[in-house]
């Protein structure tokens, strides 16, 4: 029964590095969302996905690209990291009529 | 867009007692109110949540009301125990254009039961 799975769970990663957080769930959900969580700020919404084959800005895109791989999967990927991107990332997911479920985060550092 | 203000940002209380939490929001085509535990190390747990169709919806210890008219609604949990300590946050949900919906988040309150 895992719900939604983060990998990985920690990064480090220096400026001007890429790198792919990696999200799936295995409830059948149609739904997928990325956000990003800072001290103060509570969570805001980097991208989401309503369902297969669609992506749309949130909030907060600049920097980030996503992916919906297929139903289970999506992803986000920093291309240029940078020190303000230095965060904790979850990914949610969201049957319809159902409340959004997170998974347990990504904490990014970017030096 | 949305905007949800969370109050307080912390909250001492000693076990037995009541913690109440407070968020505003400011688009009246938000319809849904979930409510958010966050422990340590851990992802965001729905607790509870409500829609804008309902009033007060209760479940064990904890409730929540909801007043539309003027945009606010709280979070009530009642004889409270340590593990109640966490971090607590509100969240608005409105209709997204490309489908689905959004929640846009409170800054959280963490919450600290005592002995």
């Known amino acids: 029964n895992a719900g939604v799975t983060q990998t990985p769970k920690f990064q480090v990663l220096k400026t001007g590095q890429s790198m792919t957080l990696q999200c799936a769930q295995d409830?059948?959900?149609?739904?997928m969302y990325w956000y990003r969580q800072d001290p103060g700020m509570g969570l805001r919404l980097i991208y989401y996905?309503?369902?297969?084959?669609?992506?749309d800005k949130g909030e907060v895109p600049n920097g980030y690209n996503v992916s919906r791989l297929n139903k289970r999967e999506f992803s986000l990927r920093l291309e240029s990291a940078a020190p303000s991107q230095t965060s904790v990332y979850f990914c949610?997911?969201?049957?319809?009529?159902?409340?959004?479920?997170f998974g347990d985060g990504t904490r990014l550092s970017i030096l | 867009g949305e905007n949800v203000e969370q109050h307080p940002s912390t909250l001492s209380v000693q076990e037995g007692d009541s913690a109440v939490i407070k968020c505003t929001y400011s688009?009246?085509?938000?319809?849904?109110f979930p409510w958010y535990k966050q422990e340590l190390g851990k992802g965001p747990q729905l607790i509870i949540d409500?829609?804008?169709?309902?009033g007060e919806k209760k479940d064990q210890r904890i409730a929540v009301t909801l007043n539309k008219t003027a945009k606010h609604f709280s979070l009530h949990i009642t004889e409270t125990q340590p593990e109640d300590s966490a971090v607590y946050f509100c969240?608005?949900?409105?209709?997204?254009?490309?489908?689905?919906?959004?929640?846009?988040f409170g800054t959280g309150t963490q919450l600290k039961v005592e002995l």
């Open positions: 949610a997911s969201r049957g319809d009529l159902q409340p959004q479920h």
């Open positions: 409830m059948n959900h149609n739904s």
């Open positions: 996905s309503a369902s297969e084959g669609t992506t």
């Open positions: 688009d009246s085509a938000s319809n849904y």
């Open positions: 409500i829609r804008s169709n309902v």
């Open positions: 969240a608005a949900s409105s209709p997204l254009t490309g489908g689905g919906n959004k929640l846009t």
